[in-house]
């Protein structure tokens, strides 16, 4: 079946920092990624959607300058989190094909 | 606006059926039900989905009433790795971008 690769599966950086989150598709070709975010206790909230070889669509109050999404391939979208602060500390998963998750990513910002 | 309702919390016996509502009074004719949990710190799973005849795999079984306002996942066998939260979610087949609610945190007890 189709399987989604995310990593790191978990981060720590400290504030001021940028950090990039990978997410690959490994057995097919992925024209559209999403991008979540979850807080601890809470459900998943859609940040971004991901196209190849175009900008990224940012849900409403995402800052696009803050949360950089590259889908340079069929394969592969990037998430970076620039100039990390502690509230950017989350639970950040992606998603394909609108079944398939990636494993997800815990960032944590000191 | 949430286009699903699920109780917050369920308990269930290890072994026994474990029934998980939804109700979804606003489905569009073009919407399907879709179920995913999620076991904590991973990305969601997909469980089942359906249009409006009940569905079955090995995973789960979706009953989805005859007005398709409200289904029901069942978990014949519950087993404490069921444990997790799940959620309903109601989409176009296929669209990528998904709005997860609060779902409803089962808990498979020994």
């Known amino acids: 079946g189709a399987v989604v690769s995310q990593h790191p599966s978990w981060v720590i950086c400290k504030s001021g920092t940028s950090v990039k989150i990978e997410c690959r598709s490994l057995d097919f070709q992925a024209t559209t990624m999403f991008w979540y975010r979850q807080f601890p206790k809470q459900s998943l909230m859609l940040m971004a959607t991901s196209n190849e070889g175009s900008k990224a669509t940012y849900e409403q109050g995402v800052e696009k300058d803050k949360f950089l999404i590259n889908h340079a391939s069929l394969t592969l979208s990037t998430l970076t989190v620039t100039s990390a602060h502690p509230e950017d500390s989350s639970f950040y998963i992606c998603?394909?094909?609108?079944?398939?998750f990636g494993s997800g990513t815990r960032l944590t910002v000191v | 606006d949430a286009k699903t309702t699920q109780p917050t919390s369920m308990d269930c016996a290890e072994g026994r059926a474990a029934n998980l509502p939804c109700n979804h009074s606003t489905i569009s004719g073009n919407e399907y039900v879709y179920w995913y949990r999620q076991i904590h710190s991973q990305g969601p799973q997909y469980i089942i989905h359906g249009l409006k005849n009940n569905e079955t795999n090995e995973m789960a079984s979706l009953i989805i009433t005859e007005d398709r306002k409200s289904s029901t996942l069942i978990l014949p066998h519950a087993t404490l790795r069921d444990t997790a939260v799940y959620y309903c979610?109601?989409?176009?087949?296929?669209?990528?971008?998904?709005?997860f609610g609060a779902g409803t945190r089962l808990t498979v007890k020994p």
């Open positions: 998603s394909a094909r609108g079944y398939t």
């Open positions: 979610i109601v989409r176009v087949l296929d669209s990528g971008d998904m709005r």
